[in-house]
């Protein structure tokens, strides 16, 4: 489980495709925390430590995590939002995350608002009744409030800590992203 709220930025700094998996290695100033078999979070993906190496860690992604997220898209360079799971007992500062992703989204507008960011992103239709109006939605692993729904659309503020912390600041219009819906309304959706 996760908080989305991120600790750290790591640059994605090798990918190596192994069948039909891709392994990626990461450098982040978490390397010296992680342990192999400890889960962490890429941009709101719960991934599992493999190796380590040279200051950075490997994760593999298989087939089905490749078809459901972004992760496909990934190239050495990129910076990937990074989260350890939660300790039980600690402050929860986002919103329960299992870093198990939905479905990706497709940011269709940015907009600076002097002093704060919108931004706009697009999803399929069918993943419409589990967000709601100022509820929890996590993109690319943050926590964030939905507003301004419409039937496959939802807006998110970025305040500039944000922006300036996590790899939103990198997203263009176009870009995907990796969505995964509130726990809650999962369940609450699942028993109506």
Known sequence: MFTGIIEATGILRKVETDQENKRFW????????????????????????????????????????????????WQPGQTLNLERAMILGARLDGHLVQGHVDTTGTCVNIENQEGSWK???????????????????????ISLTAFGLESNRFSVAIIPYTYNFTNINQLQKNSRVNLEFDMVGKYISRMS
């Open 26 to 73: 990461v450098e982040s100033p978490l390397f010296h925390e992680l342990k192999i078999d400890q889960s962490l979070a890429h941009n709101g993906v719960c991934l599992t430590i493999d190796a380590l190496e040279n200051d950075l860690h490997r994760v593999t992604a298989i087939r089905e995590t490749l078809e459901k997220t972004a992760l496909g898209d």
């Open 119 to 141: 931004y706009t992103f697009e999803y399929p239709e069918k993943f419409s009744r589990l967000i709601i109006e100022k509820g929890s939605i996590c993109v690319n692993g």
